[in-house]
């Protein structure tokens, strides 16, 4: 029978040794991810620099909650605004297994305005120049569990909207789950549906 070579058998025991070791590792966890939500030394919210990364839920054109005025009308060819709507993936995730938002959900409101007339473009209208960034928290150690920022075009950091504005009580009282206008995101309105989670008395 021919013997094997030294080398081959060193070889060879040195690769045994390097399997064993590897079997005997634990495996490596991915790396967690940074929270979504972070606030500054005085309380502001810091802008989430890669919010276009998380989850998109929808986008609005030329949307706005209130009525106009007994016998007024919109003026002719005013511009149109675009409302892009993201959230952090792990709370998506949440929502998607129990039809609610778990604490330390962070919603971004993205405005930009419209053209209908540029490059190519012969009709319809595509989004444009941007016009602001507001957010909507969900943070149980916040003196308001749900609060509202304004980062205005550029800002990075915003106090919490003072809880007289407007939204606090629009989102209270028109909001299909919880204070989210999951009404306007129709995949999560189904998952709402489905696990029971609609606000008790919230009409379509």
Not at 73 to 82: E, H, I, N, T, Y
Not at 86 to 103: E, H, L
Request: aromatic share 12%.
């Amino acid at each position: 029978m021919r013997r094997v070579p030294t080398w081959i058998r060193g070889l060879l025991v040195l690769g045994v040794a390097a399997w064993v070791t590897t079997l005997a590792m634990p495996a490596q966890q991915p790396a967690e991810a940074s929270p979504a939500i972070r606030y500054a030394a005085n309380g502001e919210l810091i802008k989430p620099a890669d919010f276009r990364e998380w989850v998109f839920l929808s986008s609005g054109l030329g949307m706005t909650y209130n009525p106009p005025p007994s016998g007024a009308s919109a003026p002719a060819g005013r511009p149109l605004s675009f409302t892009n709507v993201y959230v952090n993936p792990s709370s998506y995730r949440a929502f998607m297994q129990t039809g609610a938002w778990p604490d330390q959900t962070i919603f971004i409101l993205e405005v930009r305005s419209s053209a209908s007339e540029g490059s190519i473009n012969q009709g319809g209208h595509y989004q444009a120049d941007l016009r602001a960034i507001e957010a909507e928290v969900k943070d149980a150690s916040r003196p308001l569990a749900w609060s509202y920022y304004d980062f205005g075009r550029s800002g990075d950091r915003a106090a919490p909207l003072p809880e007289r504005a407007p939204c606090y009580e629009c989102h209270s009282t028109k909001a299909a789950v919880e204070q989210s206008f999951v009404q306007f995101y129709p995949t999560l309105m189904d998952v709402a549906r489905k696990m029971g989670t609609v606000n008790a008395g919230y009409n379509d």
